[in-house]
């Protein structure tokens, strides 16, 4: 079955204390983005990725790291979390002209 | 910024169709209009998208103007399942296939 997968579904950690966020597909997909999602703000891209070693930012990239060092994995790196990252997360893939595939989503909360 | 505005809210009665709007005057030629659908809080939902032409698949049509300033998802029979979050989105060419969301509209199907 095509999907994507993020993990964890659910995460409570403290300010600074540094957290990785998975994201694998297994569409063989060139292209990989995260979003955040917050109310009243609607789904923003973080960070993108057009191919294996290719990333870039995206509209709120402060904060965040990633990397793509296999074609279906592109984690999301927050190295010291504050509490205005507390957040929904999305991670989506897609070929560069089809629609793109979403996980179901990260829910963080930093306290 | 986002590029399309959408009513924020609709309601359909279960079994007829559900007319969607969505306002892109400032679309660029070779940018797409894609909808995508949230139920909850879950990961966005790929409907369908279009270019200039109408657009039609199993789940919805899309009719869009000549000019490209505005189109309209149809669903043709709408459920009660189909209560959700639209969202009319830009697609930006070559950059990680960028989706720039808006609002959306939140859809109430009524018995």
């Known amino acids: 079955e095509a999907q994507v997968t993020q993990n964890p579904r659910y995460l409570i950690t403290v300010t600074g204390k540094k957290l990785t966020v998975t994201c694998s597909q297994n569409m063989n997909h060139e292209y990989m983005s995260w979003y955040r999602q917050d109310p009243g703000l609607g789904l923003r891209q973080i960070y993108y990725s057009m191919n294996v070693e290719v990333t870039d930012k995206g509209d709120v990239p402060e904060g965040y790291k990633v990397s793509r060092k296999e074609k279906r994995n592109f984690p999301l790196i927050l190295e010291s979390p504050s509490p205005n990252q507390t957040s929904l997360y999305f991670c989506?893939?897609?070929?560069?002209?089809?629609?793109?595939?979403f996980g179901q989503g990260t829910r963080l909360t930093v306290v | 910024d986002a590029k399309t505005t959408q009513p924020t809210s609709m309601d359909c009665a279960e079994g007829r169709a559900a007319n969607l709007p969505c306002n892109h005057s400032t679309i660029s030629g070779n940018e797409y209009v894609y909808w995508y659908r949230q139920i909850h809080s879950q990961g966005p939902q790929y409907i369908i998208h279009?270019?200039?032409n109408n657009e039609t698949n199993e789940m919805a049509s899309l009719i869009i103007t000549e000019d490209r300033k505005s189109s309209t998802l149809i669903l043709p029979h709408a459920t009660l399942r189909d209560t959700a979050v639209y969202y009319c989105?830009?697609?930006?060419?070559?950059?990680?296939?960028?989706?720039?969301f808006g609002q959306g509209t939140e859809l109430s199907v009524k018995p």
């Open positions: 989105i830009v697609r930006v060419p070559n950059q990680g296939g960028k989706l720039i």
């Open positions: 279009g270019l200039k």
């Open positions: 989506a893939s897609s070929f560069s002209d089809t629609p793109a595939f």
